[in-house]
């Protein structure tokens, strides 16, 4: 399987606190099966400087956790860089917007405002759209909250939609889900993992319910539709 979309660098959002909780994050990760996860922190962006320590600071987390993994003879999973970018300005105004995508291609993990989208959250999204970005919706389900949110972005095009594993655990959940797969063309998966208590990597369980409830979607949303985005050429 392949994470999308995870908080697992230590120490720089709201996420893995310390560099020992990020290791159980990810050895937790490879014993479920688990090959990749893309390390997604948080980053709002407002001007050029936020972009540049953002990266810094992402850098210096991954090399803290690489060098204890190291040390510690851990076999975790293969980790990818990104960022789950906060998408409440045109950040292609920014000079060097193109490096809050994933390592090696020209996706991003995007999260919209909680709230009832206007005409100018759909212009950002299709700036990037424009510029040659193609952005991933971080937990999509989330917005059906509001009911006209899915029905608009559904009008976008060239986007690729992640939902949260979690949202495979629960019948309600399940329902928001469904209406997912049978409506857009791309859909990955992503634990969305925080820690190693109330907000931790439930991938693996996540599959088996996918298997059971959508065999159709299964493969593709847990690795066949992430693997094309990481092996892709920008």
């Known amino acids: 399987m392949i994470d999308m979309h995870s908080h697992v660098l230590p120490g720089v959002d709201d996420g893995a606190s310390d560099v020992e909780e990020s290791l159980s994050m990810l050895t937790d990760s490879k014993k479920q099966g688990i090959s990749i996860v893309v390390a997604t922190p948080h980053c709002v962006v407002h001007d050029d400087d936020m972009i540049l320590d953002s990266i810094k600071r992402r850098q210096e987390a991954y090399c803290s956790l690489n060098k204890k ?9 293969d980790i990818k860089l990104g960022f789950e970018v906060y998408l409440d300005v045109d950040v292609t105004l920014f000079t060097d917007f193109r490096k809050l995508c994933i390592e090696g291609t ?7 405002p909680y709230r009832i989208w206007t005409d100018m959250n759909l212009e950002f ?3 990037l759209i424009d510029k040659g970005i193609k952005p991933i919706i ?11 949110n899915f029905e608009k972005i559904l009008r976008v095009n060239d986007i690729v939609f992640q939902v949260n594993s979690d949202s495979f655990l629960s019948i309600s959940s399940r329902r928001r889900i469904k209406k997912v797969l049978e409506n857009v063309a791309i859909c990955v998966a992503g634990s969305d993992m925080h820690n190693t208590e109330t907000r931790k990597c439930s991938l ?7 298997e059971e409830k959508f065999p159709e979607y299964a493969d593709a949303v847990f690795h066949r539709n992430a693997w094309k985005i990481l092996r892709a050429k920008k």
């Not at 020209?106 to 919209?112: D, P």
């Open 138 to 148: 971080a937990h999509v389900e989330r917005y059906f909250v509001f009911k006209h």
């Open 106 to 112: 020209n996706c991003m993990l995007v999260e919209l």
């Open 69 to 77: 993994a190291e040390e510690s003879n851990l076999k975790i999973p």
């Open 204 to 210: 693996g369980a996540a599959k088996k319910i996918a």
């Open 125 to 127: 999204l299709k700036s």
